[in-house]
């Protein structure tokens, strides 16, 4: 049995490489005379695309940046700084592990719990709600972070109405909002958007069609093979050259237009959409979830009134908001490798295993 598997594994991996060659074949006959700039907005785009070498593979007129897909980054200070106050007035405070770590502006979760705080790390919204019941005299907040990708797993989780020790902080972002953000700065000239394949999973391609009507820019929902990706920027390519600006599917094994409306329904129940500040961004429109009111008694900012003084972004130095608008890559920034290391992480960038900085200071340069 293993043999056959190690076989078709083997098999595998001979028709991938065919497959890129043929794809990169295709995407260096286009040639069109000038620089052409993509950006994903997902830290596992961000993975494949440094962890398989594929910019290296690319033409030089051919640049893909790395763009705010990686929620933990794109958290404001002003929120982490939130969580650690609860923390230390004594909450019980459980975050995802990749949250722990990442610098506020004075302090982390992780040096509060050095400090004596109870700061738990927890894998999922259940696990979080049962330190709940098993802590039945504790008051426990647990941090909500992420895109549209599990903003519906904390709303499903509200609806079952966990016990009232137990609130939320919650810091869910929505994606499109950012990439039109982006599109309208012009901080940057884009030339298209590889969009996220887990994003839009739940909320399907519609929600991206208003930006290429609006900004002439062609989109793919990709998947996260390399093959996925070099796809992606193939059809990216090619609309280009038929002057087509449009919304595509490459990830069509997981990616309907209307995506999951179960998921949307759970997040309409739960959620209303309010403006917000992402790290490295000024407030950007209708860009995360709140709770709506009648879940009032779940909102830990609410409940216990917390009230964080002035926030600053990034430490002194640190690049990490240009890194997260595509304005640079993270070996542009003078700290890379030298002062921000893995070891000793200075921007939220450094510290997550998606944001850019750690996945270039792991898989290679650019
Ligand atoms: S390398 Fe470090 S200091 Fe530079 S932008 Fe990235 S996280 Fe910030």
Known sequence: MWVLKIVAELLKKFRDRDLATRILHEIRKFAPGRRVKFMHVCGSHEVTITRFGLRSLLPEWLEVMSGPGCPVCVTHTAEIDESIELATQGYLV????????????????ARAKTDGAD???VYSIEDAIEVARRNPSREVVHVAIG??????TTASELLRKPPKNFSLLVCHRLIPPAMQFLLESGEVAL??????GHVSTIIGSKPYEPLSERYKVPQVIAGFEPIDVLLGILMLLKQLREGRREVEIEYTRSVRP??????????????????KRWRGFPVIPKSAFELKREFVDYDARKKFGVLVKESVDFAEGCRCGEVLRGVIHPSECPLFGKACTQEHPMGPCAVTSEGACNVAMKFGKF
């Not at 895109?147 to 519906?152: G, K, L, N, R």
């Open 94 to 109: 459980t975050t995802f592990g990749d949250m722990f770590w990442v610098p506020g502006t004075q302090s982390s979760l």
């Open 119 to 121: 700061v738990r790390i």
């Open 147 to 152: 895109f549209e990708t599990t903003a519906p």
């Open 191 to 196: 030339d298209g958007f590889i969009c996220p």
């Open 258 to 275: 209307r995506g999951n409306v179960v998921a949307q329904e759970k997040m309409r129940e739960v959620f209303e959409v309010v403006d």
